[in-house]
Each structure stands twice: as structure tokens, then as C-alpha cells.
């Protein structure tokens, strides 16, 4: 990418004129908030999230561009607020990236991602000493993926387990914690036990370099492709589930994951 090529000056320019068009004469562009665009970015993120799972590469085009233009959206919203407009949203950007890559802009080393990684965490409290590591962490993110994210963050400032084999060893104490209040039947404990080895598979999956997340949404996918070719073959048989055993659904599922793997 060349970045001095006066086509993506051209293109983004004339986003910003369709914004500008849009806030102006379109009813439903007019009347939208910051606050009402909220959910609609957020379904525009899990699109383009589902598209990378896909690897489909025009549909992630496609994504990111509905994603681009709520980010315009909101610049102009907060330009007509006189709090910001979409030079101050770059500009602030750039100048967050340039002070956290001083291996980049400055004299620095890092050796390898981690050290990255850590560099960004370090930098980020030095900015704001009041400012706790997990402040980062949005607390409307679907719990798998936060605990992901804290587990990251709390590492960048070195609170971390030494290797694999302790996180492990970690999981299986959860494990045993959960079926001890098996045993006593509380409810609460035993949704705070599992809550507990959730938390300690993230940590392991993380200690190996599996996305939890990514893991178990591919599984998700799986499932669903896999199910409703079970579906397929049944009402090929012209048989109902609702009326089969589970010992014939099973024989239906091993077939469809031969047919859909």
C-alpha cells in the first residue's frame, strides 16, 4: 500500500461527503445518536467477526466497510457537538500508536510480540498512573472473550503463571473443586466452581496460543453444520427426531459428520 496515493485520500474524502449528504437529507440518517448507533456497531462487528472465521475475504471487505462508515458516523455526530471530528479521532490515534511502538519510532528493542505486548501495557499506566491494568477492558464483552482480555492484561505487567504444565495443574484443581460441590448440591457454589475451571481453561488455551473464543465458536459452526445435516438425512428417511432414540440419532450424526467434514 502506498500510502501517499491520492486514491485513498479521493476515496475517504468522498466517504466523508456521503456522511455529510446523508446527515442532511436522509430522515433516518438525521435522527440518529450516538447512543442508538450502539447496537447496530456492535452487530456490524460480530458480521465482520463471523466473516474472518469464514476466511471469506469479499464478505470481510464488505464488513469492514459497514464498520468504517459507524466510525464516520460517529465523528460526524461529535462534530456537530464541537467535541471531536474524524482528523482529532486519526490524529489521536497516531499519536497513541507513535508513543507505544518506541521500537518502531524511537530507540527501543523488542525482540519478539510478547515484549510488544508488554511495552503497550507499561506505557499505557505510565500515561495515567491512576489508571488500573484492567481499565481497558470493556465491561459489556461477552465473558469468554473478557476473560481472555484480563488474563492478557494482567500479564503485560508480569502477573502471569511460569508455564503450561502449573495452568494445567490449575484446571484439573477447578475440576476437583466442582465436583466436591457436586456432592453438596449448592447451586451457587457449583456455578462459581465452573465459572472457575472456564476461567482456567481460558488461561491454558491462552498458554498454548488457542483464542478460546475463535476455538469455541468454530465448534459452534461445527455443531450447527453438523445438526441440521442430521436434520437432512431424517427427513430423507421420512422419520420425525422427536419420535427416534438417542442411539439412532447418534447413527444419524456419525453420517453427517462424514458428509459435512
Same mark, same amino acid.
Given at each position: 500500500?502506498? @500510502?501517499?496515493?491520492?486514491?485513498?485520500?479521493?476515496?475517504? @474524502?468522498? #466517504?466523508?461527503?456521503?456522511?455529510?449528504?446523508?446527515?442532511?437529507?436522509?430522515?433516518?440518517?438525521?435522527?440518529? @445518536?450516538?447512543?442508538s448507533?450502539?447496537? #447496530?456497531t456492535i452487530?456490524? @462487528?460480530?458480521?465482520?467477526s463471523?466473516?474472518?472465521?469464514?476466511?471469506?475475504?469479499?464478505?470481510?471487505?464488505?464488513?469492514?466497510?459497514? #464498520?468504517?462508515?459507524?466510525?464516520?458516523?460517529?465523528?460526524?455526530?461529535?462534530?456537530?457537538?464541537?467535541?471531536?471530528?474524524?482528523?482529532?479521532?486519526?490524529?489521536? #490515534?497516531?499519536?497513541?500508536?507513535?508513543?507505544?511502538?518506541?521500537?518502531?519510532?524511537?530507540?527501543?528493542?523488542?525482540?519478539?510480540?510478547?515484549?510488544?505486548?508488554?511495552?503497550?501495557?507499561?506505557?499505557?499506566?505510565?500515561?495515567?498512573?491512576?489508571?488500573?491494568?484492567?481499565?481497558?477492558?470493556?465491561?459489556?464483552?461477552?465473558?469468554?472473550?473478557?476473560?481472555?482480555?484480563?488474563?492478557?492484561?494482567?500479564?503485560?505487567?508480569?502477573?502471569?503463571?511460569?508455564?503450561?504444565?502449573?495452568?494445567?495443574?490449575?484446571?484439573?484443581?477447578?475440576?476437583?473443586?466442582?465436583?466436591n460441590?457436586?456432592?453438596?448440591?449448592?447451586?451457587?457454589?457449583?456455578?462459581?466452581?465452573?465459572?472457575?475451571?472456564?476461567?482456567?481453561?481460558?488461561?491454558?488455551?491462552?498458554?498454548?496460543?488457542?483464542?478460546?473464543?475463535?476455538?469455541?465458536?468454530?465448534?459452534?459452526?461445527?455443531?450447527?453444520?453438523?445438526?441440521?445435516?442430521?436434520?437432512?438425512?431424517?427427513?430423507?428417511?421420512?422419520?420425525?427426531?422427536?419420535?427416534?432414540?438417542?442411539?439412532?440419532?447418534?447413527?444419524?450424526?456419525?453420517?453427517?459428520?462424514?458428509?459435512?467434514?
Amino acid at each position: 500500500m502506498n @500510502t501517499s496515493d491520492d486514491k485513498y485520500c479521493q476515496a475517504f @474524502t468522498r #466517504l466523508l461527503q456521503i456522511m455529510d449528504d446523508l446527515r442532511e437529507k436522509c430522515p433516518w440518517d438525521k435522527k440518529q @445518536t450516538m447512543q442508538s448507533l450502539r447496537h #447496530l456497531t456492535i452487530e456490524e @462487528t460480530y458480521e465482520l467477526s463471523d466473516a474472518v472465521l469464514d476466511n471469506d475475504l469479499p464478505e470481510i471487505k464488505k464488513e469492514l466497510g459497514d #464498520l468504517l462508515l459507524h466510525i464516520v458516523f460517529y465523528a460526524k455526530i461529535g462534530s456537530e457537538q464541537q467535541a471531536f471530528d474524524m482528523a482529532d479521532i486519526i490524529d489521536t #490515534l497516531c499519536d497513541k500508536v507513535i508513543s507505544r511502538h518506541p521500537h518502531v519510532y524511537g530507540d527501543a528493542q523488542a525482540d519478539d510480540a510478547q515484549a510488544v505486548k508488554q511495552r503497550w501495557e507499561v506505557q499505557k499506566l505510565k500515561e495515567d498512573v491512576n489508571r488500573s491494568v484492567l481499565a481497558g477492558v470493556p465491561q459489556s464483552l461477552p465473558a469468554l472473550i473478557k476473560a481472555y482480555r484480563m488474563q492478557e492484561k494482567v500479564r503485560g505487567v508480569g502477573f502471569d503463571w511460569d508455564n503450561k504444565e502449573q495452568v494445567w495443574d490449575k484446571v484439573e484443581e477447578e475440576m476437583q473443586e466442582f465436583k466436591n460441590e457436586l456432592d453438596v448440591n449448592n447451586t451457587e457454589k457449583m456455578e462459581d466452581e465452573f465459572g472457575d475451571i472456564l476461567f482456567a481453561l481460558v488461561n491454558y488455551a491462552r498458554f498454548v496460543g488457542v483464542n478460546p473464543e475463535t476455538a469455541l465458536e468454530r465448534t459452534n459452526k461445527r455443531f450447527m453444520k453438523r445438526f441440521k445435516q442430521v436434520e437432512v438425512l431424517v427427513r430423507q428417511d421420512k422419520k420425525d427426531l422427536h419420535d427416534m432414540e438417542l442411539e439412532e440419532m447418534d447413527q444419524y450424526w456419525k453420517q453427517a459428520k462424514k458428509d459435512v467434514d
